[in-house]
Every structure is written in C-alpha cells, then in structure tokens.
C-alpha cells in the first residue's frame, strides 16, 4: 500500500485526490492547520477513511515532523492563498504561503523523505499577460497579480529542488478546473450560485466584474488524475494541463442561466469593483504533453461542467431554509 501525503485536502482538488488515491487502495494522510474550527465539509464523506495531521506551510519543523511520522511514497502540495483578488489585499502573506511555503516542503522532503515524489501545484496565473497562445511548458512567464508571481516562485523553486538534489519534483501547470466544491469566491462558483438562488427567487441579480475575460476551464476531478499520472511517470518534469478551449465569463454566464431557461442579460451586472488591477485576458492550454506522455485527456466539457454545476447549486439551495433577511 502505497501513502500519499496532501496539503491542502480540504480544498476542492484536495478532495478530489483523496477520492481517487483511496479508490486506488492508497494510504491517505492530510496536513491540515490547527485550528479550534473543523472546515471539512469538502471531505466529511471521507474523514473515516483517511487520517488528517497538524502542520502548517508557514512552520518547516511542523512539516519535517509530519513527513518524518508518515514517510510518505509521494507529496502532493495543494496548500496555498489560492484566490487571486485575495492577493492584492494580502500579498506578503500569499508570497508566504504559495511561495516560501513551497521551499518548506521540498526542503522537509529533502531531509526527511528524499525518495518520495513530490507534487506541485503550479497554475495557468503564471502565464498572466500571454506571451503565446495555447500556452505550453515553453511559455515565458508573466505573472499578472501577487498569486501568479507565488506560483512563478514555486514553480522555479520546485525546478532547482529538481536540478539540484536529483529529487522526484514536478509541476503540474493546471489551468481553472471547477466544480460543485469550488469556493464560493471564485467567479465560476459565484454565477452558478448566483444562477440557483434567482431561479429559486431568493435572489435578483448578479454583480460581476470583466465579463470578457477568458479562461480554458476544465473539471477538478479530471485534473486530480492528471496529478497522479504525473507521479507514475518514469522521470520528473512538467506539464500543462488543460482542455485546449477557452470561454468567456459572459459564455460562462449564458450558459448558466440558459440552462434553468433564464437570459443572463436580464440579471448581470457589471461592477468595477470585481476587475482585476491587472486583468489576465486570455487563458488557453496546449496540454499536447500530457496526452502524449502521460495517456491524460479530459472526459468533461464545459457545458457538462456548467451544467453539473448550476445542477448542484439548485439542489443545494432548495434544501437549504430561507434566509429571513
């Protein structure tokens, strides 16, 4: 039995993971950070069948210590300030933990576990102001916020852990994968949410910021399969993961609501507030690697994706008790 170490697993792609490496008869451990509150309704399913250790990215000795009790066969590091517009508001404590947090767990893995395999979560954010499209492994960088500059960082870091000390390290540069778990913070999640609660009536209409922005948007369960395939690989390296197709915020929109009959023009606004200081306009894969190399291609479209999504919204919404509000 093989055991997989994850940061980051009560995130969606956490959750996803842990699904498919316990399908896969692995022994799954979570890092999660000590807290008097239990955020786990993501892997509440999975809670009896996995085990969950404190340590945080921000503390090496925690890290050490957690690889050194669960000698883990591979490392997959999910754990960060994930949200863009997060980081333009905090973004000493994004280079912190998407960044530096990342050197932490190579070096922990280095002096403690130095045959497993590590995994990082690298993103489509680093390309930022495209310099090609699709974009693919070869792509020059162009971070376009705090978050993408992070990620540059774990990305190269991860690279040099690689070069230097002969460590199994990849990079999956993934770009947006969604699903019914994605925070509701995301634009994605938000006009599904958004979509749900107008349809049900508890709600009249949606604040969005740039609605010509455009992203390859693929589904977070296929994206876990691509982590692992990575990890399987006979050799360490890097590759972009993506569907090869982009979308519009707006398709994003029209989609949603035309799926529960609604026209997304009669309830969408735009809001100035939502744009970016430094917009990334377009977002497009070349994931050619990775099918070559490693077998992966995506089994869920965008407007399966779309659909599954506003799909679970709706459902969630009509269960959940009305905000007298």
Not at 43 to 53: C, F, G, P, S, T
Not at 90 to 105: F, S
Not at 146 to 155: E, F, L, N
Not at 286 to 306: H, I, M, Q, S, Y
Request: charged share 25%.
């Amino acid at each position: 039995m093989k055991t997989a170490l994850i940061t980051g697993i009560t995130g969606q792609d956490g959750s996803y993971l842990a699904e498919l490496l316990l399908e896969k008869g692995y022994r799954v451990v979570g890092i999660v950070r000590r807290s008097s509150t239990t955020p786990y309704e993501r892997i509440a399913h999975l809670v009896d069948r996995i085990e969950l250790i404190s340590a945080d990215l921000l503390d090496q000795t925690s890290l050490m210590d957690a690889m050194e009790e669960v000698r883990p066969d591979e490392i997959y590091n999910l754990a960060a300030q994930s949200f863009v517009a997060t980081s333009w508001t905090q973004p000493v404590l994004t280079g912190e933990y998407t960044a530096i947090g990342v050197t932490r767990m190579l070096e922990a893995m280095r002096r403690t576990v130095p045959k497993a395999r590590f995994y990082q979560a690298s993103s489509s954010e680093m390309f930022g102001l495209v310099q090609q499209t699709p974009q693919r492994e070869s792509t020059p960088f162009y971070p376009r916020s705090p978050y993408g500059v992070a990620k540059v960082y774990g990305h190269w870091i991860t690279v040099n852990y690689r070069e230097s000390f002969g460590l199994f390290a990849t990079s999956g540069l993934l770009f947006n994968h969604e699903s019914p778990r994605r925070g509701l913070e995301f634009v994605t999640r938000k006009i599904t949410d958004g979509v749900a609660r107008i349809k049900l009536g508890r709600s009249t209409e949606l604040r969005l910021g740039n609605l010509d922005a455009r992203r390859d948007w693929g589904y977070a369960g296929d994206y876990v399969d691509a982590m692992w395939r990575m990890l399987q690989a006979d050799a360490p390296g890097d590759y972009v993961i993506g569907t090869g197709e982009t979308w519009s915020v707006r398709q994003f929109c029209e989609e949603a609501f035309g799926h529960v009959g609604l026209d997304w023009r009669q309830f969408v606004k735009t809001d100035p507030r939502f744009n970016r200081p430094a917009e990334v306009d377009l977002l497009v894969a070349d994931p050619a690697k990775a099918r070559e190399a490693l077998g992966w291609n995506p089994t869920v479209r965008f407007k399966e994706l779309v659909h599954m999504m506003v799909d679970a919204d709706l459902a969630r919404h009509a269960t959940a008790p009305v905000d007298p509000a």
